[in-house]
């Protein structure tokens, strides 16, 4: 007899983005660039993975890249006072 959930994803979003910020922390922005992203391939509507990746990005001086999803971060919660913080760094930084 099977049971429920017969099938998990072998890495939650929740996992991911526990290593991503152990990655930002630890400055290996690759690796959590990378985390982020692979959050977002499974919850595009994850706007905290968004608006890392944007920290991320920001931090790698990718400032366009940064700036585009700190743009949809703000877009889906206009509301979300890190988004902002984030996209006014960025553009300090144009």
Do not use: K
């Not at 998990?8 to 400055?27: E, F, H, I, K, N």
């Not at 790698?60 to 006072?81: H, S």
Request: proline share 4%.
């Amino acid at each position: 007899m099977l049971e429920w959930p017969m099938f998990l994803p072998q890495t939650l979003p929740s996992d991911l983005m526990q290593s991503g910020g152990a990655a930002y922390a630890r400055g290996d922005f690759a690796a959590a660039a990378a985390a982020f992203e692979a959050v977002l391939a499974v919850d595009a509507a994850n706007t905290t993975a968004r608006v890392n990746l944007a920290s991320v990005l920001w931090s790698q001086g990718a400032l366009d890249a940064a700036r585009a999803r700190a743009e949809e971060a703000v877009a889906e919660i206009p509301a979300l006072a890190e988004a902002w913080v984030i996209l006014g760094a960025i553009q300090l930084d144009s």
